[in-house]
């Protein structure tokens, strides 16, 4: 009772419109997605943005509302999970605690009734590469968290899959676990993998793994992209405040200025201007103290904290907006400043974003 | 909360304490073993090595006990009868409970209607079975009404009744022990096992049934002993002279015709060491098996 899951090689896997609903709350919108063979994809977004749902959608464990899966011409969405055959890290690992370490890693071999030989060898090679050589026979229970994750990525691309999904593998290790994971992760990938879809919230994370990704929100995808576009060109409101563009000033948009009551500050319109509403965002790490003048913003310090390199410091605007900079210089709470930042580090979007009311810009002028 | 209040809110030292304060919690329910289980049962040992007729020696008891297979004999049929039971229970559970893991309104639903027969006691249902199982009683009159018989087959006052009655009475326990321990395996552990590749049976029998052997056991040994200490339904539904003279009837015959404490005694013990053997027996199983928690690794 084997059945052949092996898709082989294959060029891209594509998503078509799919969505998922639970009961009247709609977790996943007309998501489309193509992914080429060799790429490593992020899903990012804040929780509850429909991630997991994603990702459950993809390895057959929810079926879709409506929508496709393609690999390459074959409709893979109307497959059971156990014939898709894609290999899944869970965000808690799910090994099966009563076998050894050995057996978890060879059970999907077995269950695709590989020859004990052939199994045996594989298990070995694998267990090589996520380096859990003197853990082999031990149970789950008895491993480190890092340990069982290991373990969990080794089980899940022994079959060597056409796609692995892994969802938020790293959120329960240490900081010094998780950069190292991190390089093992994408070094399985760049050494086994055909393709990689990975999901987290960390927006570190997957700028520092992904050739792709994609910002997710409500069940939407925001934005797709290459880790320089999100970061430096971000689409939408949303996607440039998972970004790191922390501060807002909203205001009255003209041209490439906004203002603010008596601040004016230049920027880069980032989509079509529709309203005069705009919203400017821009990073606490490019705001710092300047000696007045262009594009400078006036503000009471109200906290400061110690940041090693620099000061990070808070301050207030006269019309009571609050803004995170930095400082190289000593400041203290109560100083009066005044705070710059580049034009170009500045982008400017509709306020309201995509859900803008028609008659808004009419009515505020 | 200011940072001047925070010295004062700090724990007194504590002092070393011998005796765990809480264990002092456990005191009324050891005094309710020692009064209601522990002295009984010290009485009642003590008893059974004091023979009616002190001349035959302090052993006579247990020796009239398996000379006599009026006795003796006791303990096979009761066997035979908690046995068959105990397995067709467990066997049943196993199935039911695997396809209601899943919450749901259903598994409320049953959930519910098997509390009533646990509540209703053995009596009550023997009673009732013997309507709708005797030779007038529903069963009969349907299978009479099909054609699938042409008299009424006897279901009661013979072996087939007393298991009947063990079954119904037994089974709702049996389920719901069974049911409670398979909610309890993470059901990411078959999603995981799907993903590679495990179908419904291979989820079933590579993950769900290892993890559940140990409970099984558990639910194996508490039904047993429920169903080898069979005593209304056997003399109701049963041949209590024959076929299902089960030792608890010899227990009782000793004590309340014979008026024989002391051999009453000495049976009450041998029925208890055999349930003691079997419980054992199956749970010593448990040490060939995995008995750890039954999640999914961290968190
Ligand atoms: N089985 C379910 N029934 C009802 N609603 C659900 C179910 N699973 C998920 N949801 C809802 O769908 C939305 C998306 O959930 P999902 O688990 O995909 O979030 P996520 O992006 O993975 O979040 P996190 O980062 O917290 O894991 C949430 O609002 C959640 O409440
Ligand atoms: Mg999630």
Same mark, same amino acid.
């Given at each position: ?92 690992? /799910? ?14 071999? /077995? ?255 | ?28 329910? #050891? ?78 639903? #049953? ?123 056997? #003399? ?64």
């Amino acid at each position: 009772m084997t059945q052949r899951t092996d898709h082989g090689d294959f060029r891209e896997l594509r998503l078509d419109r799919i969505n998922r609903t639970f009961g009247s709350h709609h977790a996943l919108r007309d998501m489309s997605l193509t992914i080429q063979v060799g790429e490593f994809v992020a899903l990012l977004g804040p929780s509850g943005c429909g991630k997991t749902t994603a990702l459950n959608c993809l390895a057959g464990l929810l079926p879709l509302s409506s929508g496709a899966i393609w690999l390459d011409d074959r409709r893979i969405d109307v497959l059971p999970s156990e014939k898709r055959g894609f290999g899944m890290v869970f965000q808690n690992y /799910a090994l099966f605690p009563h076998m050894s370490v050995r057996k978890n890693i060879g059970f999907g071999l /077995a269950m695709r009734g590989v020859a004990k030989r052939e199994i045996a060898e594989r298990v070995d090679r694998a267990i090589r590469m996520v380096q859990l050589g003197q853990h082999a026979d031990k149970l789950p229970g008895q491993l480190s968290g890092g340990q069982q994750q290991r373990v969990a990525i080794a089980r899940a691309i022994v079959i060597e899959p056409p796609l692995v999904l892994m969802d938020e593998p790293l959120s329960n290790l240490d900081a010094k676990l998780r950069l190292e994971m991190r390089a093992e992760i994408r070094r399985i990938h760049t050494s086994v993998g055909r393709a990689t879809v990975y999901v987290t919230h960390d927006q570190e994370e997957a700028l520092s793994l992904a050739d792709r990704i994609v910002v997710m929100k409500d069940g939407l995808v925001r934005q797709v992209g290459t880790p320089e576009d999100l970061y430096h060109r971000p689409a939408n409101l949303d996607v440039a405040r998972f970004m790191g563009f922390r501060n807002e000033l909203a205001g009255e948009a003209e041209g490439n200025v906004i203002r603010h009551r008596d601040v004016a500050l230049q920027g880069v319109r980032r989509d079509a201007g529709a309203t005069r509403q705009a919203v400017a965002v821009f990073r606490p790490e490019d705001l710092e103290p300047v000696a007045a003048g262009a594009n400078g913003i006036p503000v009471t310090v109200t906290a400061v904290e110690y940041g090693g390199r620099e000061f990070h410091l808070t301050g207030v605007t006269a019309g009571g907006v609050e803004l995170l900079a930095r400082s190289r210089e000593r400041v203290v709470v109560g100083d009066r400043l005044t705070l710059g930042v580049a034009p170009e580090q500045v982008l400017m979007f509709d306020a309201g974003g995509d859900a803008a009311p028609r008659g808004f810009a009419a009515a505020a002028e | 909360m200011t940072v001047d209040a925070l010295p004062a809110a700090t724990l007194p030292e504590r002092q070393p304490v011998r005796i765990d304060r809480a264990a002092w919690l456990a005191l009324p329910a #050891v005094i309710f073993v020692l009064a209601l289980f522990i002295f009984p049962f010290g009485y009642g040992l003590v008893l059974s090595f004091s023979p009616l007729e002190a001349a035959q020696g302090w052993l006579a008891n247990y020796a009239k006990f398996f000379a006599d297979p009026a006795y003796y004999g006791t303990i096979a049929k009761t066997l035979w009868l908690a046995l068959p039971a105990t397995l067709i229970n467990v066997g049943a559970s196993v199935p039911i409970a695997y396809r209601m893991r899943v919450p749901s309104g259903g598994q409320r639903f #049953v959930t519910t209607l098997l509390v009533i027969p646990i509540t209703l006691g053995t009596v009550l249902i023997a009673d009732g079975l013997l309507t709708y199982l005797g030779p007038q009683g529903w069963v009969n009159r349907i299978l009479l009404g099909l054609g699938l018989v042409d008299s009424p087959i006897r279901l009661v006052h013979n072996y087939t009744g007393v298991l009947l009655s063990l079954v119904v009475s037994g089974f709702p326990f049996t389920f719901l022990l069974t049911l409670s321990y398979i909610t309890g395996i993470d059901p990411v552990l078959a999603q995981a096992a799907r993903t590679l590749g495990a179908g419904p049976w291979r989820q079933f029998k590579e993950i769900y049934f290892p993890l559940l052997l140990p409970g099984l056991a558990v639910a194996f040994c508490l039904t047993f002993v429920q169903a080898f200490s069979v005593f209304p339904s056997a #003399v109701l539904l049963g041949a209590p002279a024959g076929a299902t003279r089960v030792i608890s009837i010899a227990a009782y015959e000793a004590a309340f015709e014979n008026y024989d404490f002391p051999m009453a005694s000495a049976v009450a013990m041998i029925m208890g060491l055999v349930q003691l053997a079997i419980t054992v027996l199956v749970l010593s199983g448990r040490r060939l098996v995995y008995r750890g928690p039954v999640g999914g690794g961290k968190g």
